[in-house]
């Protein structure tokens, strides 16, 4: 469970609603044709712009940015350094049972193949492909929450419109001019919030994921191809350690 998450939803809307209540209220500013215009308007955007499936994956998207599960890079590194191990003291065929206890999928492939004798720019490409084709998947997900950072303060803009004509029908009563301007604004207030206090951060959070777990693939690739190449285990450990900071980088040799 990504913590960073929740404390900063918590505490964005926390503070929001507070400068709500120290104002008007928060019933001033609780409108249902606004909210319809907005959500409603945002949700069939959406579907126009990308096919049903992609659509109804929304909610797992939103997901991946509360709860998500990486490889710890160090450790896996640690993990790759101790398979190069074993295939320079063993042979690269020691790794086949090696392959099966490990988790990931995409490293196993990886292995299987090395094992198997696959020339190393058939594997390299296809790793490659794959880890191509995931990010391509991870940005069609991103995307689903940059259309509302993109459209939804239209959306709230389009609601505004729709206000004020309706306000400027009833002109011949001053007094009703106040509340219908209130009302009015209130659907670009749910377009603001829908695009900088919920897609627009968690956006950028799922790109952020994706910048992570794509480093781990590219880790994995490299750790792969230095296997099957025979390369020392110590110079295994520097071009894996290469991808990481120097204070996250370990060493099993020291």
Request: aromatic share 6%; charged share 20%.
């Amino acid at each position: 469970m990504d913590i960073a998450t929740i404390v900063g939803i918590l505490l964005a809307y926390s503070l929001v609603i507070a400068a709500l209540l120290m104002g008007a209220g928060i019933a001033p500013y609780i409108d249902i044709p606004s909210v319809l215009i907005v959500i409603g308007g945002n949700a069939g955007i959406i579907m126009m712009c990308v096919p049903l499936g992609t659509f109804l994956s929304f909610g797992k998207v939103t997901m991946k940015t509360f709860k998500y599960t990486l490889d710890d890079a160090p450790k896996l590194i640690g993990q790759l350094v101790e398979f190069a191990v074993k295939a320079r003291r063993d042979g690269i065929l020691s790794l086949e049972s090696a392959g099966d206890e490990v988790g990931d999928e995409f490293l196993k492939k990886g292995i299987r193949l090395a094992v198997d004798g696959t020339e190393p720019e058939v594997i390299k490409g296809i790793l490659e492909t794959e880890l191509n084709y995931m990010s391509e998947r991870h940005k069609t997900g991103a995307n689903l929450l940059g259309f509302i950072v993109d459209y939804g303060p239209a959306m709230g803009m389009i609601g505004t419109l729709i206000g004020l004509v309706a306000m400027l029908q009833t002109m011949d009563d001053p007094s009703s001019i106040g509340p219908a301007m209130a009302v009015a604004l209130l659907t670009t207030f749910y377009g603001a919030m829908m695009a900088n206090l919920f897609a627009g951060p968690l956006k950028a959070k799922l790109e952020g994921r994706s910048a992570q777990e794509t480093l781990i693939r590219e880790i994995m690739i490299a750790g792969i191809m230095a296997i099957q190449a025979g390369d020392n285990p110590r110079i295994v450990e520097q071009k894996l350690n290469a991808y990481l900071a120097p204070k996250e980088r370990k060493s099993q040799f020291e």
